[in-house]
């Protein structure tokens, strides 16, 4: 069956799970993607200000989170909606590494600003949008940080095979494959998530494959489910926008979690790792911190300062 798969994806051998290369795991700070653990990266969908930045660090940490992500260089759909801070908001994403420990992951959308995003970031995000710019993937390759490459929204998973061998044939063994939804006829939600391609992703290749739920719903309601369902497909882990107060962010507030339904979406969690044998978040919020009411979670965080 295996070889029939093969034949299919012939163009991307590298990327094609062998005898010998059966999983390959990436190492971010103290961490394995691809590995043991079940590694949920969660943070806003850009950053804002520094209070909304620490305060979602804290929380999503103490909930379990690993990495924490956050745009600062922005690709959006309309050209007026706002486009990320730039360089302020990547020195916000580092004290943020340095109060929270977390690992950082932010996109980089052009390869001129690869070596600066590289100095903040410990993990390069492609965007969809950008999955098939492969000046970007191999100047993202050159970094030498491993690279989250998310599915373009009209992208085969040959498509995105494609650009995942681009990387690797640019030296970078250290790639990260995200489904994150992908267009169809159905307009209900944002995108149509796959999950065939993450059991498909899992059973060809031997990159880690994490999911998006937040940006194949778009709707924060699905992200639990979807979320799940990820899960029970055989992800290695998540991406998910997670906001202080979602109704006022500056992008994707839809789509994003609060800190109590982030919370309970990582205690749903729990029964679906262990069917796979996989240990449960590690989570260090008490009872009676979880799910509190999202005023106290924000702390001093500002209603203003997200105008
Ligand atoms: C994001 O992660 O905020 C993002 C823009 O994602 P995508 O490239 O999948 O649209
Ligand atoms: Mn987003």
């Not at 969908?45 to 924490?68: D, F, K, P, Y």
């Not at 999911?211 to 992200?223: E, F, I, N, Q, W």
């Not at 262990?274 to 240990?279: E, H, I, K, N, V």
């Amino acid at each position: 069956m295996l070889e029939n798969w093969h034949e299919q994806f012939a163009e991307t051998p590298d990327c094609l799970k062998s005898a010998l290369r059966r999983q390959t795991v990436v190492r971010v700070l103290d961490l394995e993607i691809g590995g043991d653990e079940f590694i949920t990266m969660a943070g806003p969908c850009s950053v804002e200000t520094e209070s909304q930045l620490m305060a979602t660090a804290s929380h999503v940490r103490r909930a379990g989170a690993r990495i924490l992500r956050g745009g600062a260089f922005k690709p959006r759909s309309s050209p007026y909606a706002f486009q990320g801070l730039g360089l302020e908001g990547l020195k916000m994403l580092a004290r943020a590494r340095e109060e929270s420990g977390l690992a950082i992951v932010t996109e980089v959308m052009s390869e001129e600003d690869v070596p600066l995003v590289a100095e903040y970031a410990d993990i390069l995000q492609i965007g969809s949008r950008s999955m098939e710019n492969y000046s970007l993937l191999e100047a993202a390759a050159h970094s030498g940080r491993p690279v989250l490459l998310k599915r373009g929204m009209v992208a085969t998973v040959a498509d995105l095979l494609r650009s995942a061998q681009c990387i690797l044939d640019h030296g970078n063994p250290q790639v990260i494959l995200c489904e994150r939804g992908i267009r169809t006829f159905e307009t209900a939600m944002r995108n149509t998530f796959d999950a065939a391609s993450i059991a498909l992703l899992k059973q060809v290749s031997h990159l880690p494959v994490i999911a998006d739920p937040s940006h194949a719903a778009g709707h924060r309601d699905l992200v639990p489910a979807l979320a799940r369902i990820a899960v029970a497909a055989g992800a290695d882990g998540l991406l998910v926008e997670v906001h202080p107060n979602p109704d006022k962010a500056w992008s994707d507030g839809e789509q994003s979690l609060d800190f109590a339904g982030f919370d309970e979406m990582m205690a749903d969690l729990d029964p679906y790792l262990a069917l796979r044998g996989l240990a449960p978040h590690d989570r260090e919020l008490s009872q009676r911190e979880r799910g509190r009411p999202r005023c106290e979670a924000v702390g001093s965080y500002s209603m203003e300062a997200v105008g």
